[in-house]
């Protein structure tokens, strides 16, 4: 399917719906529409809801509150200012103005550089609770309990609301549609799957969960104003925790991750509310919460997936699945003029690192860790298990891990910078254990590390992606560019790991650090790395920093060989000096096991009474 | 200011009894329970149901305990443990199952509030104070708890598999501990808390079927602050409550009653780890 | 309500939509149907049940006596949750798919607001017969029970004769307990009392050791306290009593249902009111009578709040005689200008939609029942709706 065609479906669906919200009051009776208008407004922050939760991972309890910041601000300006066209425009920009104020204070507090998931979860379920007792205290201003009512609105019919709030549901819904299918859509799957993995291909994940939350408040104060408009009251309850976790309810129920599941959520389970809630108050509750849990326990996608599977797997009987989709995506070299990559430093070592310490508490990993590497070189850190090898490397990728000491990349001094910035001065990390987005292709996976270069459209799928030569090369040798619609997970390890040094190297780094590149690959597999190391640094003149155990693999490919020992560099020369030397024997010796398991970080079992 | 210390110490040792159940399981399990606040409200309407049985009011505090562990162990076994791998989710079948707990305790027992006797009644004269007594005996029941766990930790093989699943639960497992069993009886004794910790609270309060809810909040952010710790939680209640006792006495006590989730919130941002050591 | 029939409904859920969209119960034009949104669910769930009772009781009276001008009467209740969203689905119900004659119902101000603007838009009659914070204007609704102008004054007018000179106030944060104590402290201040303090705690707050430490330092002579209604209100009792506090002790909030669930700490409470069941008059016999017949065992005590829907129903019946017809134009004047006979006395709502009432200063007993100490007749319930007549 084109590109072109794919849209005009979606925009055809749209008009569907757009048409089927037309004709609503006619086939309907009042009441349906009276409960209807208000489901409409409520879905469209169930909606909000599934970006953040579904999408981007981040299970919200307090979208209610955006809600009712834009229905407050329509209550208290037409209140206290009365009702005009120009109080309305006013009482919208201060709605939407007011969520933006409280998405921004809020991703601050939720969304900093690791931040887990759980706090910003808890934070989401502090912001009602807070809100509402501040509307509360407002006492004759906000209504307090009571909220706001008997103001004049807009002097619409009953069926001009319902259309407003119908067209306002299908036009986000089929907006956010769009947005999550294209390529920057994919970056906050990217984001749920594996925010590490992200922020180590340099995409600054907090601003982009702080912008999508931010797209969030808004489309929800837009629907609280539209609803206060609407309903001409406004009570505490729309910025409630119980709406907040109604919404959540209603997500989870739909599905998850589908935009549309929530939709229906919001719509059935509101509606059906209506009827039922009436007769039963207490019995509905009790249904609503067992349905929860057990759609939690047994169908955490949500009924909506699960209705779409029954006629698909009817049919699956009569018509097997077709074989791997064909690939969508053309790769290219880019343009080694069009390479974007941090320029090389005026002669200057590519990376240098002085005085670097880490300390756990008062155990030093770390210690007086000084050398430099210039362009083209191919260091090899060798040592026993515990030495600090890949604490070293953390170091160097991330400027919040070290205690002490300067890290400059290219020139440029790292300070404090997290890790998406340091790979903005041209530092690429490969990690140990292969490391990329497991339900993703293998295109995707080297479109979103190609996102930080090429901005991804909001709307579009792109259908070639360049390549820099390097990445191109990785692709090439090992076949991984034959098997580009393959989810990552099928992938064997050995691809994996060639598919993660293709996603580093699409980065353009300068410096490469490698964290045992070859662990648990077959001989050839290995050969084939090596030649690529070589090949990148002695032609693409990368500065390359690994880290091995294999030590015939190290004196094959190194230029330069680094001997850490207890935190400190013991041995730092050519790669005959370090095999001539007895204390790197020693120190081998010492360690017992060299080159078997891997190496872990400090762990607190060693405290641990066993 | 000695009405004030008071107000700080009883304040600080409710907290404390009402939050070391969820620590316990939020340790062994990294998961928020949820159920906390229903679990609470089960405490209470256990000790309601000593007090219209007649029996001794101390009573109530095992007959609660016991309701609380029941159901912690079914909730364990039925709900918690499917969702091991979905720590996200887990959270929200818990707190699913706070609603229904709280609509079958409306359903049997009606949502009227009630009262249970207190074991203590009338005041205490304290430094030339004369405070609730009930209050002044919590903070001596809040102190035997912390301690009771503490022993429990520190001086049985549980307590030592218990800490072991905390710090590493890979490692401890491959020690082979049944890091299963760990998580089940944890949960079971963490249900068990919080149920004494809603027979704690009825006397000063009422029996209804939210009476639970007010307080899952604060408990929610003294645990986050303390990470896995009895004693960092202490530290937390005392710093916390006290901050709240102060706001509510000397600005109002409505920003009092936001003081300690704000506050932790707060705390968390500037310093992940908060009354943690590391 | 039978389990079997729950599971039926579980089972038509997705049917219920189809078919809730299709469906208007067609309504036989020889009834009048009055709608009744009340907090089955949520904080007034305690309280709503006496009011459908009460409403029961009115509606079975008329039938028996030949229903209202030859129809018979029929009641549609639907729960508003106590809240504005819940409100919102049940006025639209009884408004618009019950298609109701007239809406009387107690609840709360927040589901009362959120209820208002779907009346306009339906131009249905609607009493209202909660007690609340005063100042709800609306061409549609009337209210039959008291608003803080009227209800204040016995309380504090009786403390200071007996001495009181310092007072202090304790709420909960929100429209009642703040729009109660705004006017106590303004009556206290006209009558020459001192406030030495001034307390909100949150809505749903349990513990109010920081407000009691503060009432213990000011040592006033009289306190009076406007909380939520259930677990706040008992909750400060209960803390008070055990603080040690010994002032007169004024609750604004407290009905005679949850004095007597406290027990012994109700003790001595001074509460005002439109109407205990201790009223000596043979209309409130007869109507306890009634309810004891129609109710027996399942009687839930009438109070404060379910009175005054009972009177209700007789007022709405009154007004549709007099305009000779259930068309609401005809029907909204026409509730101004009838006067009910009830338990609480002879009430007429006319002074700007509100009524005058007698109001009644009690004390709680130990036995929980309540001692009428003085009574004040039709006080005046102020400037209410100064636009409406």
Redesign the interface.
Known sequence: MTEARRLSLILAVALLALGAIFAGPYVLDTYSVNVLTRSLLYAAVALTVDLLWGYLGILTFGQSVFFACGAYAAGLVFTHMDFSEGNAVLALALGVGGALLVAAIVGWLAFWHGASALYASVITLVLPIVATQLLYSGGTFTGSSSGLSGFMSFDLSMEAWFWLAGSFLVAVTTLAYIVVQSDAGRLLVAVRENEQRCKYLGLDTSRLKILVYLACAVIGAIAGYIYAGYAMVVAPELAGFVFGTELVIWTALGGRGTLLGPVFGALIVDYESAQLAGDYPFVWQLIIGTLFVLVIIAFPRGLLPVLFDIPRKALGLVRKRPAAPPASVTLSTLDAAETQGEEVGDDGPALAVHGVARRFGSLNVLEAIDFEARAGELVSLVGPNGAGKTTLMRCIADGAERSAGTIVINGHDIGRKPPEACVALGVGRKFQMANVFETLTVAQCLQIARARHARPSLWRRARELPLPEAAMHVLATTGLDRQLSTPAHLLSHGMKQALELSMVLALEPRVLLLDEPTAGLTKTERMQIGAILIDLTKKQGLCVLLVEHDLDFVREISSRVIVLHQGRIVLDGSVEEVVASELVKQVYAGSGHAGIAHESGPSTAQEMPA | MIAQTLDIVTTAAILYAVATGLLLVFGVMKIINFAHGGLMTLGGYAALIATQAGLNPWLAIPLAALFGGVAGMAIERFVVRPLYARPLDAILATWGLSIIIGQVITLVFGRGVQFTQAPLEGTLDLFGESYSAYRLALVGIAAALGLALTALLQGTRLGLETRAVIMNEDLARGLGINSALVRFITFTLGSALAGVAGALITPLSSVDPNMGVPWLVNAFMLVLVSGASLASLLAACLVLGGAQVLVATHLSPVLGGLTIAVLAAVILRIRPQGFARD | ?SLMR?SR??LL?AG??AA???A?PALAADTITIGIPVG??GAN??VAPSVVQSAELAVEEINAKGGILGKKVVLEV??D?S????A???F??LI??KKVDALISME???A???G???VN?GKVPYIYTSFY?GR???PYMYVNAWVPDQQVAPIVDYFKDKGAKTYFLIGS????G?GMLAFTKEYIEKTGGKIVGD?????????W???L??V??ANPDAIITSTAG??PN??LT??LR???IKSLYGNLAVDEG?AK???PDAEGIYIAGSYFTNIDTPANKAFLAAMEKKFGKEMKTPNDLSVPEYEAVYAYKAAVEKAGTTDAAKVIPALAEVTVDGPRGAITMNKQRHAPLTMYLGQVKGDGSVDIISTFKDVDPGEQCPKLK
Not at chain 3, 83 to 86: F, L, N, P, R, S
Not at chain 3, 173 to 176: S, V
């Open positions: 309500m729950i409904r579980r859920l219920t939509v809730g969209l299709l208007g089955l669910s769930s305690v639907a729960d949750a809240g504005a969203a819940g919102q689905k049940a639209d119900s618009f798919q709360t101000s927040a009362r607001n959120a208002l603007p779907i838009r914070e709800s204007c609306s944060d929100y429209a009642f703040r307390e909100y705690a949150p809505m749903d707050a349990t513990d050791t920081a407000i430490s503060k213990k330092a259930g677990a008992v909750t209960k803390q055990a603080a040690g949850t669930s406290m027990g």
